[in-house]
């Protein structure tokens, strides 16, 4: 069985730094692709960032790029999310996803595979 058990969410205020794990059981770690994604109230999911299943490409969001970084550890099959400069607009529950790698960066999620439960960010003013 599959999991994706992510980690880190929490209450910050405006401009502090988090970091979020993903940490995935059951697969072959490191022939996913593997990402971020999160959802807002009231708004519906969007694509954050994702990395190749060794790391060497990455892809983000025009909304994070500069802030936000996506890295894995795959003798730990675990991927991170450090976050920084953390906005009220990043206020949102963030899904670790796992899938090929030529499809995981996809806008609305359809080349995930697997889904994490969710970890709750929020950012106040």
């Known amino acids: 069985q599959v999991q994706l058990v992510e980690s880190g969410g929490g209450l910050v205020q405006t401009g502090d730094s988090l970091s979020l794990s993903c940490a995935a059981s059951?697969?072959?770690?490191?022939?996913?692709?593997m990402g971020w994604f999160r959802q807002a109230p009231g708004k519906e999911r969007e694509f954050v960032a994702a990395?190749?299943?060794?790391?060497?490409?990455?892809y983000y969001a025009d909304s994070v790029k500069g802030r936000f970084t996506i890295s894995r550890d795959n003798a730990k099959n675990t991927v991170y999310l450090q976050m920084n400069s953390l906005k009220p607009e990043d206020t949102a529950v963030h899904y670790c996803?796992?899938?090929?790698?030529?499809?995981?960066?996809?806008?609305?999620?359809?080349?995930?595979?697997?889904w994490g439960k969710g970890t709750l960010v929020t950012v106040s003013s």
């Open positions: 996803a796992a899938g090929p790698s030529a499809r995981i960066a996809r806008e609305g999620g359809e080349g995930v595979d697997y």
């Open positions: 059951g697969l072959t770690f490191s022939t996913y692709g």
């Open positions: 990395i190749s299943g060794f790391g060497g490409r990455t």
